[in-house]
């Protein structure tokens, strides 16, 4: 060691950040010390990578019919099925919280095997969407799911063939039917979670068609099969009455099928693409986020809400500050947006 390194290393004064040399770890001295920059509330706020805003997230909702209508989710505290009047109030609420966007679910009156309140003019969604852009003007986004699961008796989110195949084309035809008539009804964006293969470019096709050319359509690119979406399906009411989504959700084993989804996404028209759930998919969302361009969302499901909630109330861990570090987890991996029932919680911390 010449005398100049070894003065060097004694001073503690790095000159270069390359790696320690042997003799210098030796002499106990790191040159290297990132603990510097940690050392007050004020450093650390300057080196800080990944930072919430309350833009980023999407505050999921649930609409039923009647008057007068919030009914907690036995399954997820804090969430609530809510009737349209209900409803218009609770996003008041969530525009004074600073919230500029949410999702809208419809538990519909009557299902039957052509999920028609999911398309019908006089839907339990369409209502909605009137009542909120007449009651609150252009001031919130309005997010419409479209899938048909929650309108479909048998509770499958498409068309059943007589041999109880879910039929792909005729599903996507009606989901583009769907998705029309929720932006003509107010929707801002329209949010396909059917995986129906082609569904983007034919709801992108007629939307076009309809004039609704500026609409842009948020894909639920890769949504997996998921034993996280159960308090879900008790809110939406849209457990299938038998079998599974496994005919079209992702497997959750494959990572590179997901990119595949995304890319024919992107190809149909897509304008945002969603990985769904967030936290066992932190892998995808960086996927996408390094592969594509597009904005990226992550919907940080029912289930890994529900988890949270349950734990904090037994006060096995502190709620509110795991609430905030999966929410970062999942910006940190490379979403823009964020799908969370945690939004109107994290806008009052934010
Ligand atoms: C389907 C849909 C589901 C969710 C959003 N859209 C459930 C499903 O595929 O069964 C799940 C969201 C959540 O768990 O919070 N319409």
């Known amino acids: 060691m010449n005398l100049f390194r070894l003065e060097r290393v004694l001073s503690n004064q790095a000159i270069?950040?390359?790696?320690?040399?042997?003799?210098?770890?030796?002499?106990?001295?790191?040159?290297?010390?990132?603990?510097?920059?940690?050392?007050?509330?004020?450093l650390r706020e300057m080196i800080c990578e990944t930072r919430l805003s309350c833009s980023n997230l999407i505050y999921p909702l649930f609409v039923c019919p009647g008057n007068g209508i919030r009914h907690e989710v036995p399954s997820m505290p804090g969430i609530f099925n809510l009737s349209v009047d209900k409803l218009v109030e609770e996003c008041r609420e969530v525009l004074d919280l600073g919230i500029q966007a949410v999702i809208l679910f419809g538990i519909p009156e009557k299902k039957d095997d052509q999920?028609?309140?999911?398309?019908?003019?006089?839907?339990?969604?369409?209502?909605?969407?009137?009542a909120l852009k007449e009651k609150l003007g252009g001031q919130l986004v309005l997010v419409a799911d479209t899938c048909l699961c929650g309108y479909m008796d048998h509770g499958h989110c498409g068309i059943i063939d007589s041999?109880?195949?879910?039929?792909n084309d005729p599903t996507a035809e009606l989901l583009a039917r769907t998705a029309v008539s929720q932006a003509r009804a107010g929707a801002d964006i329209i949010a396909p979670s059917d995986m129906m293969d082609g569904?983007?470019?034919?709801?992108?096709?007629?939307?076009?068609e309809n004039g609704l050319i500026d609409i842009?359509?948020?894909s639920y690119a890769a949504k997996f099969s998921s034993a996280f979406y159960g308090p879900f399906r008790e809110a939406a009411q849209s457990k299938p009455k038998s079998g599974d989504r496994r005919t079209h959700q992702l497997d959750p084993a494959n990572r590179r099928e997901a990119l595949e989804e995304a890319r024919l996404d992107v190809e149909e028209g897509a304008d945002i693409l969603m990985v769904k759930p967030a936290m066992a998919y932190l892998d995808i969302i960086a996927d996408f986020r390094k592969n594509f361009a597009l904005p990226i969302a992550a919907y940080h499901v029912s289930g890994e809400y529900s988890m949270i909630q349950a734990a904090a109330a037994k006060g096995w861990i502190d709620g509110e500050s795991v609430m905030m570090e999966a929410t970062l987890g999942i910006r940190r991996a490379g979403a823009d947006l964020i799908l969370t029932y945690f939004a109107k919680d994290l806008a009052r911390r934010l």
């Open 16 to 42: 270069f950040s390359g790696p320690l040399k042997r003799d210098e770890m030796e002499s106990g001295f790191p040159s290297r010390r990132l603990r510097r920059l940690r050392m007050s509330p004020m």
């Open 115 to 130: 999920a028609s309140e999911a398309w019908s003019e006089d839907g339990i969604v369409q209502g909605a969407l009137l």
């Open 163 to 167: 041999r109880g195949k879910l039929e």
């Open 199 to 208: 569904r983007i470019g034919i709801i992108r096709r007629r939307l076009d």
């Open 216 to 218: 842009p359509i948020m």
